[in-house]
Each structure stands twice: as structure tokens, then as C-alpha cells.
């Protein structure tokens, strides 16, 4: 009694030809996983607005502006009474010519950064690079509070699910596919 294996090879043949023609050209699964980090992103500036964790980052929210010598914390915003003179102690500020407000997100003074930060830099058959365009602070701005990066695993796990699907409907676009896995690809089992 023997068993024989065979492999059925023009359905490997066929199913590794669809494989190759979705790998050639990638730029549908790079829009689709662009857009989800745009989407991630987004999610990161409305999560951390106020300072906290999300996505294994941590944003501090306005450090004080000083300490009196008395001890009290003179707050980003200000908000208390002057030492000398009359009137409040204003808020520190901003960039923009803005002051800060009690509650003001952070990084979104203007909404320039959040509104640029993940878009598609360079997009090639075999490559994907994203990044804030025409934000020349953008580059210190991420050192001091990470906006832009790649979460492992969530965002590996999602970009296996993109790529899967791709190669997925490449390849039955080219009829090559009618399932993807390898158990199809072998016969049955004689005895």
C-alpha cells in the first residue's frame, strides 16, 4: 500500500503568476494603508489633544510657564493675579502669535501639523513614504511629541490585511485565483 502526494503545478504556476502581477504594482494597497495612517494619525493629535498615551506615545500636555518663589505654578495659560501691577498674568505665547488658553490642544494652534502631517510623500510600484508636507518645524515638532510613526503590530497586522487583500483581488482580476491557500493547490491524496 502506498500514498502519493502530487502537486497539481499549473495551479501553483497559476497562483504564484497572480502573487507576482499584484506584486509588481502595490500603489492600490499603499493609497488604502496611506489613508488608514492618515486616519491614525488624526486619531493620535485628537487622542493626545490634551496630553496622555495612545498608540504606545506619550504627548506632555503645556509645561508651566514658572514658579514663583512663594511656590506657586504659574500655569501655561496664566490665569492668577500679578505680583506687581494689577490685572492677570497672561498666557504664554504661541508661534502663531497666539496666547495660550486653559484647554488649547496641543500642536494645534494653527492646524497646519495635524492637517499635513501623514501625507503621501512618495509612492512608487514598490514603496511608500509618508510625511508632513510644507511644515518646516515638523521635524522638531516630532522629536518633541511623535506623530508620525508605525505602531507595531496593530499597524503590521492591518498592512498584512491590506497586502493580503490586494494579492487577493490581483490575482483573481487575472483569473489565476479562484482561492487563495495552499491546500488547493494539491490533489487528493491516493491510497
Known amino acids: 500500500m502506498t500514498q502519493t502526494l502530487r502537486i497539481e503545478d499549473e495551479r501553483v504556476r497559476g497562483m504564484l503568476k497572480g502573487v507576482r502581477l499584484a506584486a509588481e504594482d502595490m500603489r492600490p494597497a499603499w493609497r488604502e494603508f496611506a489613508q488608514y495612517m492618515r486616519v491614525q494619525t488624526d486619531r493620535t493629535f485628537d487622542k493626545l489633544r490634551l496630553g496622555g498615551s495612545f498608540r504606545g506615545v506619550h ?4 509645561s ?3 514658579t514663583r518663589k ?7 495659560w496664566g490665569g492668577i493675579k500679578k505680583v506687581r501691577g494689577k490685572g492677570l498674568v497672561k498666557g504664554r505665547l504661541r508661534p502663531s502669535g497666539q496666547r495660550v488658553k486653559q484647554g488649547d490642544a496641543i500642536m494645534q494652534d494653527t492646524k497646519t501639523m495635524r492637517n499635513r502631517a501623514a501625507l503621501t510623500v512618495r509612492q512608487t510600484a ?3 513614504a509618508l510625511g508632513p508636507q510644507g511644515v518646516l518645524y515638523a521635524a522638531a515638532q516630532n522629536r518633541s511629541r511623535r506623530f508620525l510613526f508605525f505602531h507595531t503590530p496593530r ?3 492591518q498592512l498584512g ?11 483573481r ?9 495552499l ?4 490533489s487528493r491524496i491516493r491510497r
Open 59 to 62: 504627548w506632555k500636555y503645556f
Open 64 to 66: 508651566p510657564q514658572y
Open 70 to 76: 512663594d511656590g506657586t505654578v504659574v500655569q501655561a
Open 126 to 128: 514598490n514603496e511608500l
Open 155 to 157: 499597524d503590521a497586522a
Open 161 to 171: 490585511k491590506i497586502l493580503g487583500r490586494h494579492i487577493q483581488m490581483r490575482a
Open 173 to 181: 482580476r487575472e483569473g489565476q485565483l479562484k482561492q487563495i491557500g
Open 183 to 186: 491546500p488547493s493547490a494539491f
